[in-house]
């Protein structure tokens, strides 16, 4: 096609790399949303199998200086600890919300039998007037908690920042514990008849099961990639047949024009 050949035009060539840039960040793109798919189903599976495994005590799958693989490996598994809360190192993880809620999680040092210690994840709670985390007293006396191991390092936002201090401790075990229920339960926690006012504290609800939009993402990108594909080639033969009616209307009217000037 020799009328084609102005589509080698710089700007013609600027655009071809363009639109070929744009389909292959799709492309990837499309790509990126199927592995975080699979990664969300590995750990849903994972979470699955580690809450089929038996209830057991806390300091009897980690210990204080326990490596983030040790941690890894006891992820999810559902442990109890007991003993006193140390309500006055309690440590508020910001910028967490909940229910559309802004807020933070109150995680407070519980003593164990061992003389080590575990930071539990009490729950969420609102923020006060001026931007603070609300005060939600821990349980007195002898306490028991049942939860799932949390790895700090999996944690997002300034959680990792946030609790590091805590967690560097003498006698701190490795990973965290989610709360799931309380004996005695939470003073202002919704088992206590709580969950209403500004100070009231709510259990942070365990990773859901679920697949999330990353499929449906993925084919998305691949709809528009197609779409580039498929598309950009029809636009610029349409570009190339209008060039050519151009040219062709331009060739008709030469001879009339020559014609006018001899008569």
Same mark, same amino acid.
């Given at each position: 096609?020799?009328?084609?050949?102005?589509?080698?035009?710089?700007?013609?060539?600027?655009?071809?790399?363009?639109?070929?840039?744009?389909?292959?960040?799709?492309?990837?793109?499309?790509?990126?949303?199927?592995?975080?798919?699979?990664?969300?189903?590995?750990?849903?599976?994972?979470?699955?199998?580690?809450?089929?495994?038996?209830?057991?005590?806390?300091?009897?799958?980690?210990?204080?200086?326990?490596?983030?693989?040790?941690?890894?490996?006891?992820?999810? *598994?559902?442990?109890?600890?007991?003993?006193?809360?140390?309500?006055?190192?309690?440590?508020?993880?910001?910028?967490?919300?909940?229910?559309?809620?802004?807020?933070?999680?109150?995680?407070?040092?519980?003593?164990?039998?061992?003389?080590? *210690?575990?930071?539990?994840? *009490?729950?969420?709670?609102?923020?006060?007037?001026?931007?603070?985390?609300?005060?939600?007293?821990?349980?007195?006396?002898?306490?028991?908690?049942?939860?799932?191991?949390?790895?700090?390092?999996?944690?997002?936002?300034?959680?990792?920042?946030?609790?590091?201090?805590?967690?560097?401790?003498?006698?701190?075990?490795?990973?965290?514990?989610?709360?799931?229920?309380?004996?005695?339960? #939470?003073?202002?926690?919704?088992?206590?008849?709580?969950?209403?006012?500004?100070?009231?504290?709510?259990?942070?609800?365990?990773?859901?099961?679920?697949?999330?939009?990353?499929?449906?993402?993925?084919?998305?990108?691949?709809?528009?990639?197609?779409?580039?594909?498929?598309?950009?080639?029809?636009?610029?033969?349409?570009?190339?047949?209008? *060039?050519?009616?151009?040219?062709?209307?331009?060739?008709?009217?030469?001879?009339? #024009?020559?014609?006018?000037?001899?008569?």
């Amino acid at each position: 096609m020799a009328n084609a050949r102005f589509l080698l035009r710089p700007r013609w060539l600027l655009s071809h790399a363009l639109v070929a840039l744009l389909v292959v960040t799709m492309i990837n793109l499309g790509f990126w949303q199927l592995r975080r798919l699979d990664e969300k189903r590995d750990r849903n599976a994972l979470i699955e199998a580690r809450q089929d495994e038996p209830v057991v005590a806390v300091e009897d799958l980690l210990a204080p200086e326990a490596t983030a693989r040790e941690v890894g490996a006891a992820r999810y *598994r559902r442990v109890t600890a007991s003993g006193g809360y140390d309500d006055a190192a309690t440590v508020a993880v910001r910028n967490r919300t909940q229910d559309g809620a802004a807020g933070a999680w109150l995680v407070t040092p519980l003593d164990l039998g061992s003389g080590d *210690r575990v930071a539990v994840i *009490r729950g969420f709670v609102g923020l006060t007037a001026d931007g603070s985390a609300a005060d939600a007293p821990a349980p007195e006396g002898e306490v028991t908690v049942t939860g799932q191991v949390v790895a700090p390092d999996r944690l997002d936002g300034t959680a990792p920042d946030d609790l590091a201090p805590l967690l560097a401790e003498d006698g701190v075990l490795g990973g965290l514990v989610l709360a799931e229920s309380s004996d005695p339960p #939470e003073p202002n926690g919704a088992e206590a008849g709580g969950g209403g006012g500004a100070d009231s504290i709510l259990a942070v609800p365990p990773p859901e099961l679920s697949e999330g939009p990353h499929l449906s993402y993925a084919v998305q990108w691949f709809i528009f990639t197609t779409i580039a594909i498929v598309g950009y080639p029809l636009v610029l033969r349409r570009v190339v047949q209008r *060039r050519g009616k151009e040219v062709d209307d331009d060739a008709d009217r030469e001879p009339d #024009e020559l014609a006018h000037q001899g008569g």
